[in-house]
DNA sequence: AGTAAAAGGTTTTTT
DNA sequence: ACCTTTTACT
């Protein structure tokens, strides 16, 4: 399987005699190169319970993992320490995480958590001043974060990335100071926190222990490291580990998340001696596909040196669509997708990328109509719909029974209880002291409700009281506490049927788990995408499209790829406009969402889009096409543009407009 | 006093 | 579509 590796790749591979940095353009073979490499250290004898393997998501540490137990090692392959920054982080704290002064049984909040837990802090501070709007929870965990994650101050992260949020800085320090409390209280940490600690112990007494764990450290997609994890990884190597990073820089698309690919140029500097070897050739796409890339990655400087290429020099030219409205390039993609079909490229080897997930809004509703399959990456999680988590909450506090955050949702969500009600129950049950019998009194007859919730929390005693008697898995445990929700569901959402269909969903999920606690870890170090309008994922067996952000599309391939929305303002999005990282990260990712494809390309411009995100009405605005795309508008094979129709448009409008002043009109005669 | 309903706003991307 | 603030209602 490896046998085929070209002279650099083999080069990548054997190296031993210092640190390795791979920089391994798009499409040039980067997976099977450290997967080789993987297998030539288990093959050399290494113990492989000390190779850890890091890597942007669990799923690729899993992909590669598979590649190299498919050369024969296959055991050895499952005892590799394969995943994430975070998951390692969490099972590291897990061991040694005492040291830290962490409690081994800490919970960790996921991003929607650890909103909540902000917003509760926030309302708790109260700042609601007369007339001034303050920021959103999303908002203020945003800046948090930012400011955590690039270790930067508070001051400089509002001015440069949060100017409107500016006067609240007085309020976001108290807010701030508040919520770390809160998490060391409550002991629970958030995903920066994960970083925070595991780097704290690689400097503590038990950093010795901690490097001594690993004689071999691999990692992947390291132009998306933050300094934080940088920190860990010289904080996790000994002089003589053997230490492998491959990335792209061309490709560093997590700027926002503080990722610097300042990693990456100063790992000579971090690391004396290192090695550096360059991967070009890309076996991926076609060189019409790759003059492309390179036309439109050869617009910035801000990377390595490279020019992609490749023997697969035939090839169709990639095609500029460019639309009236959504809903055509809607339709029109819908076409294009079954075109490729009939020539044999099924949907599963088809995907539709875009820069935020609303992008593909409309393409969904038309999909739907015509009956073509999708799976849809990126965007809204399904752990962020309220109703999975309120199922979660109760879940959660059956796990750890001072889990304040868990606790004010389930009693909030019950009917008549309001802030005032939650306040007095969490004194009543001890929430507020971390209390760990709150459950336990609750289930006793603690904690009296109002009248209108007496039914719904007769069935939360109950049902909390069958899932701790120790009977059930946790699959039988959420059916049961489906009931709960079904009592609740009706007064809070308007849907509620559908939701608690939902419901069953995270049933079937959690079947394959003996544990609550573990599934609860799981769920949050690797969260399922969100399943919309489907009843379940699609049988594997069944053929579906992908549709996906251009961030979770990252490291993936398909034959044919499909690109939404090339207009300024989306792509570059216009938050970045206004500054250069900003908008040298948009043309990564524009380079990244190209890069994609294999064999077929197309790009879609609309000519108008909708104003704003939650448009109901139907304001647009007139676009240019994105700025990155036009300078090498004359690669792509462009059918012919229709007439921008502003003309006729204004006029129907007008008309439009005429026809409802006359029902108005006819309207109002009935009661004038 | 406290909850529910109505009004008014809303900066992507993700571990 | 969801969140925050304001107002109305018990």
């Known amino acids: 399987m490896f046998d085929t590796l070209n002279a650099p790749q083999q080069a990548a591979v054997d190296h031993t005699a210092s640190p390795l940095l791979i920089v391994a353009g798009a499409g040039t073979g980067k997976t099977k ?65 005492q040291a830290a002064g962490l409690s081994s049984g800490f919970t960790v909040l996921d991003q929607g958590d650890a909103t909540d837990l902000m917003g509760m802090v926030r309302t708790e501070e109260g700042f609601a001043e007369r007339g001034k709007r303050f920021p959103r929870k999303e908002t203020v965990t945003g800046i948090y974060s930012r400011m955590v994650s690039s270790q930067a101050k508070l001051s400089d992260v509002l001015e440069t990335d949060y100017p409107w949020c500016a006067d609240h800085a007085d309020d976001l320090k108290t807010i701030f100071t508040a919520y770390t409390a809160r998490k060391r209280s409550n002991h629970v940490l958030d995903y920066d926190d994960m970083l925070l600690f595991w780097r704290g112990l690689t400097v503590s007494p038990v950093g010795g222990a901690l490097r001594d764990l690993f004689d071999h450290v691999l990692i992947d997609e390291y132009q998306d490291t933050n300094p934080i994890q940088a920190d860990i990884v010289r904080g996790m190597c000994r002089p003589d580990t053997d230490l492998c990073v491959v990335g792209d820089d061309a490709q ?50 801000d990377h390595f040196a490279k020019h992609l290429w490749s023997d697969r020099t035939s090839g ?62 990126g965007g809204l999680k399904y752990l962020e719909s309220g109703h999975v988590k309120d199922l979660l909450a109760l879940l959660r506090v059956l796990d750890n029974p001072a889990d304040q955050l868990a606790w004010h949702r389930i009693l909030a969500s019950m009917e008549g209880v309001g802030p005032a009600t939650v ?44 899932c701790l008697s120790g009977d059930l898995n946790p699959s039988a445990q959420i ?23 939902d419901i069953d969903q995270l049933a079937a999920g959690a079947s394959a788990y003996v544990s609550r606690s573990r599934f609860l870890t799981e769920l949050t170090l690797d969260p399922p995408n969100r399943t919309s309008d489907q009843a379940g994922p699609p049988h594997l067996d069944d053929d ?19 690109i939404l929305h090339a ?67 004359e690669l792509f094979d462009e059918p012919a543009a229709p007439s921008v129709g502003v003309d006729v448009e204004s006029e129907l409008q007008l008309a439009g407009v005429g026809v409802a002043d006359e029902v108005d009109l006819a309207l109002s005669a009935l009661w004038d």
């Not at 926002?256 to 140029?265: E, P």
């Not at 009543?428 to 929390?457: H, K, M, N, W, Y």
């Not at 499209?545 to 499909?562: D, P, Q």
């Open 33 to 97: 190169t450290l997967a080789a490499r993987v297998s030539r250290i288990l093959d050399a004898g290494a113990d492989p319970n000390r190779v850890l393997l890091l890597t942007f998501t669990r799923r690729a540490a899993a992909e590669m993992l598979a590649r190299v137990a498919a050369t024969g090692s296959s055991r050895a392959a499952s005892q590799v320490w394969g995943g994430t920054f975070h998951s390692t982080a969490n099972r590291i704290l897990r061991n040694f995480g």
């Open 252 to 301: 560093a698309i997590y700027g926002f998340r503080a990722a610097t690919v300042a990693n990456m140029w100063e790992f000579a500097d971090h690391f004396p001696g290192a090695t550096r070897v360059t991967l070009d050739q890309n076996y991926r796409s076609t060189m019409p596909i790759l003059a492309v890339a390179n036309g439109v990655l050869g617009q910035s400087n």
């Open 316 to 377: 169709v030219s990639p095609i500029l669509h460019t639309h009236h409205d959504e809903s055509d390039q809607s339709r029109a993609v819908c076409e294009s997708i079954l075109d490729a079909r009939e020539r044999g490229i099924s949907l599963r080897d088809q995907a539709v990328l875009f820069r935020a997930g609303h992008h593909a809004d409309g393409l969904e509703l038309e999909l739907t109509r015509r009956d073509i399959p999708f799976v849809k990456y």
């Open 423 to 466: 306040r007095r129950l969490s004194a009543e049950l001890g929430i507020d002291d971390q209390a760990d019998d709150s459950v336990a009194r609750f289930i006793d007859g603690a904690g009296a409700v109002p009248p209108a919730a007496d039914t719904q929390a007769a069935d939360l005693r109950d049902a909390l009281a069958t």
């Open 479 to 501: 059916d049961r506490l489906k009931q709960f929700c079904a009592l609740v569901f009706p007064t809070r959402y308007d849907n509620a049927t559908a939701r608690l269909a």
């Open 544 to 562: 579906w499209l992908t549709l996906s952000t251009i961030h979770s599309a990252k490291g993936l391939e398909w034959r044919s790829v499909h």
């Open 567 to 633: 207009a300024d303002g989306n792509m570059p999005s216009e938050m970045a406009l206004g500054d250069e990282a900003g908008l040298a990260e948009e043309l990564r990712l524009m380079y990244v969402a190209l890069t994609r494809a294999k064999d077929e390309l197309s790009v879609h411009f609309p000519l108008r889009f909708h104003v704003n995100r939650y448009a109901n009405d139907d304001r647009h605005v007139y676009a240019q096409i994105s700025r990155f795309i036009e300078p090498v508008r």
